[in-house]
């Protein structure tokens, strides 16, 4: 261990006694070895610990500790006034996502439900782009090589045309 991690652990769980198990045996070889955190060792016990040894240790009485649990229902309650705030309350409670986490998530749903909307409005996609009128595009081949305008009259004798923009302007 490291003379600054001793010091550490010496402050804060050290001098408490709530330090146990292979922590505890590291660190006290450490002090066995380290003059320098043997001594901070010894005037943090005289300091921080020795000017409470002899106080009486006191509880506080039941009615601060019904008070406590009372106001952190009320508290409770209140975020929870509501069903949504009642849902919320429950969620967070079971599934414990992380804020930013749980936007993020709400982001990409959201995200997801409108791009399925915007795909699905679109007049052809995917494979219906690939199943454009192949016949209709032949006939307008042959017609301008031919050079003749038998794809834009139809049997009837009537000016039908293939439906361009160009075509409608002029026709």
């Known amino acids: 261990m490291k003379c600054r991690d ?21 660190l006290e070889r450490h002090l066995a070895e380290c003059g320098g955190c043997r001594e901070f060792e010894a005037q943090a016990r005289q300091v921080v610990m020795e000017p409470f040894r002899q106080a009486d240790r006191l509880y506080p009485p039941d009615a ?13 309650q209140a975020r929870a006034g509501s069903r949504l705030g009642a849902f919320w309350a429950g969620l967070s409670s079971r599934v414990p996502l992380p804020k930013p986490a749980l936007a993020a998530a709400a982001l990409v749903g959201v995200m997801a439900i409108a791009l399925t909307f915007t795909l699905h409005r679109l007049p052809m996609q995917g494979p219906e782009l690939a199943r454009l ?10 017609a301008l090589l031919d050079g003749t305008s038998a794809a834009s009259v139809s049997e009837s004798g009537e000016n039908g045309g293939f439906g361009t923009a160009i075509e409608e302007y002029f026709l």
């Open 133 to 142: 009128d192949i016949e209709a595009e032949a006939t307008y081949v042959a």
């Open 64 to 76: 601060v500790w019904e008070k406590i649990h009372a106001r952190i229902l009320e508290e409770n």
């Open 6 to 26: 001793v010091r550490e652990f010496i402050l804060t769980d050290y001098l408490d006694e709530r330090m146990s198990g292979d922590a505890q045996t590291a």
